[in-house]
């Protein structure tokens, strides 16, 4: 924290403490800043200062004309991780489980490869390729970001597409023309959202999303690479590792 005030800090760390244990439980409101200025004698900007580090937590959630209120806990919905080289299969039986609707809305379109993207597929910094926008929703409420990219072939040209209908990957076009897929590599982090995840995400302050860049391989060749995009405070992820017995 840029500001290392000693008097906003006790208002944060009271506040989160009754918050952790239970004094303070979900849904339960937040003292405003008047009561705070006057319950732990500070001023009216070290309050201010107080609730919004709360709120940049994800511990309080503020709307206006009510003021603030305790964060409900919410309950993650899984969303299972599998083999599908289709990523609106997995996620519709994942919302269908759920009792959720689900959809989604693409854009595809030609782009130049950013350097962590060529560096996964393999192709030179600034190539060609094809870059996939998705949206997805579950009973309409955005869900889950996922943008993928293929390389161009030569002689290839991708004029820009849009839709809410199944659009084929590249890695289901392989496998549908018989030619294997051998791997799929995945890596998961957690950071905090970019203002227009946030936004497309209708994200609250504080809530971290999970980063999920997975890479689709036809022998040692990558064939497609995709980073989805998460909430953190709504789902969790579930893998299934086949026994090697």
């Given at each position: 924290?840029?500001?290392?005030?000693?008097?906003?800090?006790?208002?944060?760390?009271?506040?989160?403490?009754?918050?952790?244990?239970?004094?303070?439980?979900?849904?339960?409101?937040?003292?405003?800043?008047?009561?705070?200025?006057?319950?732990?004698?500070?001023?009216?900007?070290?309050?201010?200062?107080?609730?919004?580090?709360?709120?940049?937590?994800?511990?309080?959630?503020?709307?206006?004309?009510?003021?603030?209120?305790?964060?409900?806990?919410?309950?993650?919905?899984?969303?299972?991780?599998?083999?599908?080289?289709?990523?609106?299969?997995?996620?519709?039986?994942?919302?269908?489980?759920?009792?959720?609707?689900p959809s989604w809305n693409w854009r595809s379109e030609l782009a130049d490869a950013p350097p962590d993207i060529a560096h996964r597929l393999r192709v030179g910094e600034?190539?060609?390729?094809?870059?996939?926008?998705?949206?997805?929703?579950?009973?309409?409420?955005?869900?889950?970001?996922?943008?993928?990219?293929?390389?161009?072939?030569?002689?290839?040209?991708?004029?820009?597409?849009?839709?809410?209908?199944?659009?084929?990957?590249?890695?289901?076009?392989?496998?549908?023309?018989?030619?294997?897929?051998?791997?799929?590599?995945?890596?998961?982090?957690?950071?905090?959202?970019?203002?227009?995840?946030?936004?497309?995400l209708e994200l609250p302050a504080g809530v971290q999303v999970l980063q999920i860049e997975r890479t689709y391989w036809a022998g040692e060749h990558p064939v497609e690479t995709s980073d989805a995009v998460v909430p953190g405070d709504r789902f969790r992820l579930v893998?299934?590792?086949?026994?090697?017995?």
């Amino acid at each position: 924290m840029a500001n290392s005030d000693p008097v906003y800090l006790r208002v944060v760390e009271d506040i989160r403490r009754q918050i952790v244990d239970g004094t303070l439980p979900p849904g339960a409101p937040i003292p405003s800043r008047h009561q705070i200025t006057r319950k732990y004698s500070v001023g009216e900007t070290a309050a201010r200062h107080a609730l919004r580090v709360l709120a940049q937590e994800g511990l309080i959630i503020g709307r206006v004309g009510s003021g603030h209120r305790v964060r409900e806990k919410p309950i993650l919905l899984p969303l299972h991780r599998s083999r599908l080289p289709e990523p609106h299969a997995a996620f519709a039986n994942d919302m269908q489980a759920g009792g959720r609707q689900p959809s989604w809305n693409w854009r595809s379109e030609l782009a130049d490869a950013p350097p962590d993207i060529a560096h996964r597929l393999r192709v030179g910094e600034c190539s060609p390729v094809i870059r996939t926008r998705y949206v997805f929703r579950g009973d309409g409420r955005p869900a889950q970001l996922l943008t993928s990219y293929e390389p161009v072939e030569p002689g290839q040209s991708q004029a820009p597409e849009e839709g809410t209908y199944e659009r084929r990957s590249a890695a289901f076009r392989l496998a549908a023309s018989g030619r294997p897929l051998t791997e799929i590599s995945e890596t998961v982090l957690i950071r905090v959202p970019q203002p227009t995840e946030s936004d497309l995400l209708e994200l609250p302050a504080g809530v971290q999303v999970l980063q999920i860049e997975r890479t689709y391989w036809a022998g040692e060749h990558p064939v497609e690479t995709s980073d989805a995009v998460v909430p953190g405070d709504r789902f969790r992820l579930v893998y299934g590792i086949p026994s090697p017995l």
